[in-house]
């Protein structure tokens, strides 16, 4: 998928793995293997591009694809013209539709002039979403 890049897998500390005994050892590993992961923050700062038809999804991806700003192509593309240059602002887990929240959280938070963005389709329509910030 054009745009998308996934973040780079942080090796388990394998001396977890070591110290311990039982399934303590095995969950302090897990710990540690999902720390370099986006997973687990509990709200996003979130931006995305709204559109109805998958022609103009496809033209705002062409136009990402060119290296345009995402927040430029938001005003140009999006539906959704409550918010400009696509700004949801920060969203907590179990606040947005479930298959947009879902891509949403996994993202890597990346800046709107070298964004890092996933497709998603919900009932709204067609979403070009990319995270600013996690916490």
């Not at 479930?98 to 964004?115: C, H, Q, R, Y």
Request: glycine letters at 12%; proline letters at 4%; one cysteine or more.
């Amino acid at each position: 998928m054009a745009g998308k890049s996934k973040p780079a897998a942080k090796p388990a500390d394998k001396s977890d793995k070591t110290k311990g005994k039982g399934k303590a050892s095995k969950g302090s590993s897990d710990e540690t293997a999902d720390k370099g992961k986006p997973k687990g923050a509990q709200s996003i700062n979130v931006r995305h591009i709204l559109c109805e038809k998958h022609a103009k999804k496809e033209d705002a991806v062409a136009k990402l694809a060119t290296g345009a700003r995402f927040d430029e192509v938001a005003r140009e593309f999006s539906e959704d013209k409550g918010r400009q240059g696509g700004a949801l602002g920060w969203k907590t887990r179990g606040s947005l539709d479930p298959a947009f929240e879902k891509v949403a959280f996994e993202l890597e938070t990346s800046s709107t002039g070298s964004p890092k963005w996933v497709e998603v389709k919900t009932g709204f329509g067609y979403h070009l979403i990319m995270v600013e910030g996690r916490k």
